[in-house]
């Protein structure tokens, strides 16, 4: 079948042609050459306004907006319309035709993301309809195609070059419309797969991204969309990124270039994947990651995409707050707006902004440039940081006004302290020591009920009086393993104990690692001038017989043999009590290429071979549920109706075979299987199917 791709005149086709094979060259250069060299201190300058800018706008903006997300009198529905309606390729053309929107006002937009106190802007250049809001050689299913034949992206990005906003993309792998795009919806009975090159759709990739990197000038990130499905690869991914990287040099691409996102958490999974800052989707992480770059996306309502119906908007406190929460975990906001169809910002998304734009104000240097908290907790709100020479400014943001006037910063051992109202500058307020705790004198009430911030000043690095961290591997171990013991802050010393007594200044003190080697409890304490600084922090190890190995009777295979078991699964079905309709036998745990297999469980089962008595970690991730068991025990649960998820878990085997399962089942959506294991300690690799074998 060849290449077709529609086309709007031979003057049209010339340049298509023309721009291929610049593209299949510089694709073929890029994807054969190591990935561009860096120094950690290049990388920090790359990366330094990310940094420094805390907060984004995220636009989802496309055909979809045409529907406002009805379709047959279902209204929940956005920028999946088209497979979540299940429309027709022909029928979702049609609203190309409808596309024109005329009160578009590229300006307006960057004044107002700016006036919320925002420094970038990343945009949906194509979503996973396949539509691009620019004016792209490769295609005409393309903004120029509608009645608006304008290039909102070049708009756009003038206007942000203009008013000193960063100008972003968002890019989608994956294209619904591309005849060459694989997998095929499983619901698209009527569009064969057949002759489908999915080599030629990624031609076509590398060429949209070219344009978006030489058309536009200065891009700040390019932030990728739909890397999950099977088709893509690493193999995809680091070339992608370094095609990237070659065309702007300084451009910050996302993870979602490749394949080590782990779920809708966002962060890498170990291993050798491209990308420059983890992307958690609708959530915080609960702590703060040290040495990591994040950016949580979130809606203001409950779809990215325009949605009339969806009314369901969160407060300017909540998202005031959640901004101030990421900013204390050392992430950035990416915060997004579905525009209309006449090309507007809804009312209640420009309200909110300008709530945000109105703390920002007065706040503003409490987000932008900072660091993470030094404190685990603060029961009154939050804390970010920055440093300044010999000290450094702990940005307070109190949620919970104290009542007595008096707030109380827990277990800070500095010195050096003032402390100021960023609401009103000039007005000094009382810093007074309390044992390990300071605090401060505050007006009887709030000058901010959404959050009031205080600027404190402090010589030198936060002395934080938190216990020390204890980090191990495992908690169960076989052979010895090394303990190591954190202090919160380099000026305080750690004394510890191992045969369960309190730890006091005649304790040892720590000076590196610690080798545990039999069953007890490691007790650590942190002092500061010869005094105890905080409570003391414990763990239990217990030294374990590995679970014995099976010998192995009969005539045993490589592999592992597969039962499937169509049903409306939402959780692990009993396999104890069902009879497959077939059987297969497969190499190793994981889903077949092609189209998404739906309300389908399969049950994995054989041997696992494993070369030493160890601790062993395994890593299940799944979309939907799954649940690994080695012997009668249960080693990973990661059960229920979810995106694609990782749980892990520890056992202690004994070198040799041992019966094994993966339980696993997909309802409707996305299908993901993946096991990957390693001793503990090591890093996590997919499981070699030579360790498999089964008995037919």
Excluded at 156 to 181: F, R, T, V
Excluded at 350 to 359: E, F, P, Y
């Amino acid at each position: 079948m060849p290449y077709r791709y529609p086309i709007r005149s031979r003057t049209h086709w010339f340049w298509i042609v023309a721009f291929m094979i610049g593209v299949v060259s510089l694709s073929l250069s890029s994807s054969t050459s190591a990935q561009t060299p860096e120094t950690s201190q290049q990388r920090d300058q790359r990366m330094a306004w990310w940094r420094e800018a805390r907060f984004g706008l995220f636009i989802h903006w496309g055909l979809y907006a045409v529907p406002a997300g009805e379709w047959n009198g279902q209204t929940n529905h956005a920028e999946w319309i088209r497979t979540t309606a299940q429309i027709p390729l022909a029928k979702y053309d049609e609203f190309l035709g409808q596309f024109n929107p005329v009160k578009f006002n590229a300006e307006a937009w960057v004044l107002a993301a700016k006036a919320a106190g925002m420094k970038y802007i990343v945009i949906t250049s194509k979503h996973h309809d396949g539509f691009a809001l620019f004016d792209s050689k490769v295609s005409d299913f393309d903004v120029m195609a509608t009645p608006f034949k304008r290039d909102i992206m070049k708009e756009l990005s003038e206007a942000c070059h203009k008013h000193g906003m960063k100008m972003c993309w968002y890019h989608s792998i994956m294209d619904w419309h591309h005849p060459d795009y694989l997998p095929r919806r499983d619901w698209e009975k009527d569009r064969s797969a057949e002759g489908a090159d999915f080599n030629r759709f990624i031609e076509y990739l590398h060429g949209q991204v070219t344009e978006l990197l030489t058309k536009y000038g200065d891009i700040g990130v390019m932030w990728f969309d739909g890397e999950w499905e099977s088709t893509w690869s690493h193999a995809y991914g680091k070339p992608l990124y370094e095609l990237c990287r070659k065309l702007q040099p300084n451009v910050i691409v996302n993870n979602r270039v490749d394949v080590g996102r782990s779920g809708m958490a966002g962060m890498t999974a170990e291993g050798e994947f491209c990308g420059d800052f983890g992307t958690p989707e609708q959530e915080i992480p609960a702590t703060g990651m040290p040495g990591v770059d994040w950016e949580t996306c979130m809606t203001m309502n409950d779809h990215w995409g325009y949605n009339s119906h969806d009314h369901d908007w969160k407060s300017s406190e909540d998202l005031i707050r959640k901004l101030i929460d990421i900013a204390s975990k050392g992430g950035n906001f990416l915060l997004n707006i579905g525009p209309t169809s006449e090309g507007e910002f809804p009312p209640e998304s420009l309200q909110r902004l300008r709530d945000i734009g109105a703390w920002m104000d007065v706040n503003g240097e409490a987000i932008y440039g900072t660091s993470a908290s030094p404190f685990k907790n603060l029961e009154w709100g939050r804390c970010t940081m920055k440093k300044d020479g010999g000290g450094a400014t702990l940005y307070l943001h109190v949620f919970e006004w104290p009542k007595d006037g008096a707030l109380t910063v827990p277990g800070l051992g500095n010195g050096g302290l003032s402390a100021q109202l960023l609401a009103s500058p000039t007005t000094a307020l009382t810093v007074t020591r309390h044992d390990s705790d300071l605090q401060i004198t505050v007006p009887a009430a709030a000058p901010d009920a959404i959050a009031t911030v205080i600027a404190l000043k402090i010589d030198g690095e936060p002395i934080i009086y938190d216990p020390p961290a204890i980090e191990a591997v495992s908690d169960i171990l076989v052979k010895p393993i090394s303990v190591s013991i954190a202090a919160p802050s380099g000026a305080l010393e750690i004394h510890y104990t191992i045969d369960g007594s309190e730890p006091t200044m005649q304790s040892p003190v720590i000076s590196g690692p610690v080798i545990i080697s039999d069953s007890c409890t490691l007790k650590a304490r942190t002092f500061h001038n010869g005094k105890p600084a905080s409570a003391v922090a414990e763990r239990r190890f217990t030294l374990v017989q590995p679970q014995l190995a099976l010998r192995l009777k009969g005539t045993q295979k490589p592999g592992l043999s597969c039962g499937f078991y169509p049903g409306d699964w939402r959780t692990l079905p009993d396999f104890a009590g069902l009879t497959p309709a077939n059987t297969e036998h497969v190499d190793a745990v994981s889903l077949p290429p092609g189209p998404v297999q739906e309300r389908i469980a399969r049950l994995y089962a054989g041997f696992i071979i494993v070369p030493s008595d160890d601790v062993y970690t395994f890593a299940l991730t799944s979309d939907d549920g799954s649940r690994l068991m080695i012997g009668d025990r249960v080693v990973v649960e990661n059960n229920g109706l979810h995106s694609s998820l990782e749980r892990q878990g520890v056992v202690a085997l004994a070198a040799g075979a041992h019966s094994f399962a993966v339980h696993y089942f997909n309802r409707t959506g996305q299908a993901e299987l993946t096991l990957r294991m390693a001793p503990v300690g090591q890093p996590l690799q997919p499981v070699d199917p030579a360790s498999f074998m089964y008995v037919p």
